[in-house]
């Protein structure tokens, strides 16, 4: 338990530290995930429950990609900006008994979607356990929070510094909309 309140109080003193001293703002859009959801199904539909890929998975996929080529938002701010040079998302995991972990995916931008599902998998399941490695949660060059299983439907997250960017994914809906 003083653990868990150790962590929690680190985690509010980092996020005040952030809306202090990073200058934020929030850009909200939306995105088309038809053929994503169209080809999720397709893949997904001859695979044993344990090896299905999850939208998650495709978001992160996404996010790395444009980070790799947008890298002033992939990088670090101390004393100037500083480009990274791999794109090393960070996923936050929200722990059963109260606040969250943010583990780190590296490479996330070189690895296909099956071995990023599989290392989102492998890295939820230990950060719920508590047994993450120092090392997989440090280094992250840009983080992603994914609501949508809460039922927000968008998410304004807080930057944690070093970092630049933050992405926030809300929950998927239908909606009717104008296509071409």
Not at 8 to 15: P, Q
Not at 27 to 38: E, G, K, W
Not at 120 to 139: H, P, Q
Request: charged fraction near 20%.
């Amino acid at each position: 338990r003083d653990r868990r309140e150790s962590r929690a109080r680190a985690t509010a003193e980092l996020m005040a530290r952030s809306n202090r001293e990073i200058p934020h703002y929030h850009v909200a859009t939306t995105i088309d995930l038809q053929a994503a959801t169209t080809w999720l199904a397709s893949t997904n539909a001859s695979r044993p429950a344990a090896e299905r890929i999850l939208p998650a998975a495709l978001l992160l996929k996404a996010t790395a990609r444009a980070a790799a080529e947008v890298p002033t938002c992939n990088g670090t701010w101390v004393d100037g900006f500083r480009p990274a040079d791999a794109v090393r998302i960070g996923v936050v995991v929200f722990l059963r008994g109260g606040g969250f972990v943010v583990p780190t995916v590296a490479d996330a931008d070189q690895l296909a979607v099956d071995d990023l599902m599989a290392t989102l998998r492998d890295l939820v399941t230990r950060a719920r356990a508590g047994r993450l490695r120092s090392s997989e949660v440090a280094g992250t060059t840009i983080t992603v929070t994914n609501l949508g299983d809460r039922g927000a439907e968008e998410v304004h997250g807080v930057i944690p510094p070093p970092q630049v960017a933050l992405v926030g994914f809300g929950t998927p809906a239908q909606r009717v909309c104008a296509v071409g």
